[in-house]
């Protein structure tokens, strides 16, 4: 006899993860509702308890702390899988200290993501919920809220209408999918960072232009004013070894002496 079935609650606006997550197999017996943010969350489910919570880091960036507490009062005892990103500094997930019970890092695969769902709801079985105190929200450091601001321009890139910016680039071996977050040379992967590739993805949308450095730090690091132009001169030179067949002599990404860099096709 089959198992009742279990309401998962997904807040997310991002059109990948709602695609992937909305419409689970049904041998799951998993019904999912999706709220678009944190505030329309109960609102969609009319009252009912949800059995697990997936939340999208991307709808509660401007304060993820606060957001997921509020969410834990409203559904006391129902765990939360936080979706987010990996920290560049030390590769862990970003947000394990906001208080979700378990985090993937994105991209990750469809099933991959039901793995993790299932576990989640495995374990809430054997938890009994439980009042907990309400405890003041971390606050957020420099280094994460550059972080989620990172995070936001990366997975929002090419979804609003009237953007120019790429959604994927291919000249002679190489192919870039800025939206999966990959970059391949003969068809092999090559690890890239996310900066990397908003980096790469921003020259590309200027291809042919005269770049300052001070203009990648504003518009790709998100830097108001610039603290340090040479760690663009490092990701540069990084990128270079990526995507260039030799490096020392660029034929895409080129250097202009005084004026910064200009990226051809």
């Known amino acids: 006899?089959?198992?009742?079935?279990?309401?998962?609650?997904?807040?997310?606006?991002?059109?990948?993860?709602?695609?992937?997550?909305?419409?689970p197999p049904a041998s799951?017996?998993?019904?999912?509702?999706?709220?678009?943010?944190?505030?329309?969350?109960?609102?969609?489910?009319?009252?009912k308890r949800p059995r697990a919570l997936v939340l999208d880091i991307q709808q509660v960036v401007s304060r993820p702390g606060r957001r997921i507490s509020?969410?834990?009062?409203?559904?006391?005892?129902?765990?939360?899988?936080?979706l987010t990103i990996a920290d560049p500094a030390n590769g862990e997930p970003f947000g394990v200290s906001f208080g979700a019970e378990k985090c993937v890092v994105l991209p990750a695969a469809r099933a991959q993501l039901f793995r993790e769902?299932?576990?989640?709801?495995?374990?809430?079985?054997?938890?009994?919920?439980?009042?907990s105190r309400e405890r003041s929200a971390p606050a957020l450091t420099d280094h994460e809220i550059e972080l989620l601001r990172m995070f936001v321009r990366t997975m929002l890139a090419g979804?609003?209408?009237?953007?120019?910016?790429?959604?994927?680039?291919s000249?002679?071996?190489?192919?870039?999918?800025?939206?999966?977050?990959?970059?391949?040379?003969?068809?092999?992967?090559?690890?890239?960072?996310?900066?990397e590739l908003r980096l790469l993805r921003y020259l590309a949308a200027h291809a042919g232009e005269a770049v300052s450095r001070e203009q990648l730090l504003n518009d790709v690091w998100g830097y108001e004013s610039a603290p340090q132009t040479r760690s663009v001169d490092n990701y540069v030179l990084q990128l270079r070894k990526k995507i260039e067949e030799d490096p020392a002599a660029p034929v895409h990404l080129l250097t202009l002496r005084g004026a910064g860099y200009r990226f051809e096709l």
């Open 171 to 195: 000249f002679g071996n190489l192919h870039a999918d800025f939206i999966r977050q990959e970059l391949s040379v003969n068809g092999m992967p090559v690890p890239t960072s996310a900066l």
């Open 28 to 47: 799951l017996r998993w019904r999912v509702h999706v709220a678009p943010d944190v505030v329309a969350a109960a609102r969609v489910l009319n009252g």
């Open 117 to 131: 769902i299932r576990s989640l709801l495995s374990s809430s079985r054997r938890t009994a919920p439980r009042p």
């Open 1 to 23: 006899m089959a198992g009742p079935v279990s309401r998962i609650l997904l807040i997310t606006q991002h059109p990948d993860l709602i695609r992937d997550l909305a419409s």
């Open 70 to 82: 509020s969410l834990k009062r409203a559904f006391p005892g129902v765990p939360i899988l936080l």
């Open 159 to 169: 979804q609003a209408p009237g953007r120019t910016d790429p959604t994927e680039l």
